[in-house]
């Protein structure tokens, strides 16, 4: 999302606002996703300001205002993101699995498998079932200090019968890598073939970093 959309968005409210009409609910979810999008601003500061405004205005927030203010929080601070989910919960209202999604991603890009794994069997829980996106997010946030931990997360995901898309094979594949472990990295990536799933240069560099891993050592990473 370029900078030039979340403008081009914010314009049009304007033109709303001076045209006499009432911005609805709509309009500030609308508002509120594309801000987490947009990059070089601060998507939290944007994103919680338009929720200000929405409540200002004197509509209350439903479930995918919370589930996009959530998902923009999320790329600058996890605890903000879990903050909104707290809000969301207290005001009575149930998150569905893409309310989740966005916490799984923060989770994911600030490397916090404890918490990760805390909202996976949170979901559980209340009746929601994990997707591919979920379980790799969760080995994402684990694959760089614990990878173990992430090989594990994918075998539940299998165990589950959930497909495997390119994005986690490239991630359980570098992940492999990482414990140079190259067959097991190779099986992944004649099983993403299997699969009719063609691999991109994320894929071929992860079984490239494995051969050099075996080949180099436990010296690699130092």
Known sequence: MRLADYHSCENVYNRICEGGLQPNLATFCTLIAVSGKAKHINNQQIAESWFRTMKYCGISPNVQVYTALIDACGSCSLDRAEHWLGQLKDNELKPNIVTYTGLFKACAKFGDYKRAEHFLEEIKKIGLKPNAISYTAVG?????SHPERAIYWMKEMQA???????????LYMWTYAKLRDLDSADKLFQQM?????????DTYLAILEACIRVEDGPDVDK
Do not use: L, P, W
């Not at 994402?140 to 760089?144: D, R």
């Open 140 to 144: 994402q946030a684990c694959a760089k």
């Open 160 to 170: 589950q019968g959930i497909r495997m898309d390119r994005r986690s094979y490239g």
């Open 193 to 201: 073939e299997s699969e009719g799933i063609k691999g991109d240069v």
